[in-house]
C-alpha cells in the first residue's frame, strides 16, 4: 500500500471544464475541503473521495458524486485510489463547467484522468505496517553468546 504526506494538486482541462485535483493525506480531508469551498465559490461541484485505516487496521471508503450524475466522479476517483493501492489519503476534485456537457462516459473519464494525473506526480510511500513490542527479562539472565562486530 502506498501514501502520501504532502499536498498535490493537477488540472485537467476537458471541452472547456476545468477539473482540479487535490491529493491530501487524510488528516487533512476536512480542513483542506473547507479552504478550498471558500477559495472556489464559483466551482459547480467538489467531488470527494478517501481511503483510511482505521483503529480496527480496516480499510474505510467514501466517494461523494456532489451533484453531478449518480456514480460518474465519486466511485470513478475511488477506483482510481484503489487501483493505485492509495491509504490514509484523499482527493478533492473542482470542476468548473465550460458549457459543454461532457455526458456519463466523459465525466467518468475525465475524473478518473486528473486523479490519476495528481497521484501520478506525488511522491507515494510505502506503507508498512508497525508494531511496538516490549521485551521484559531479568538482566541477570541476560547472556551474551554471540558478538558481531
Known sequence: MKYINNIYINTLEVKQSKFIAYLTPYSD????????KKEHPKA???????RYLNEFNQIVEYSSDDGEPKGTSGKPSLFVLQGSTMINCSVIIVRYFGGTKLGTGGLVRAYSDAVNLVIKQAELLEYKQEREVKVYFEYSKATLTHCFL
Open 29 to 36: 480531508f476536512q480542513k483542506t475541503l473547507n479552504i478550498l
Open 44 to 50: 459547480r461541484h467538489f467531488v470527494v473521495a478517501y
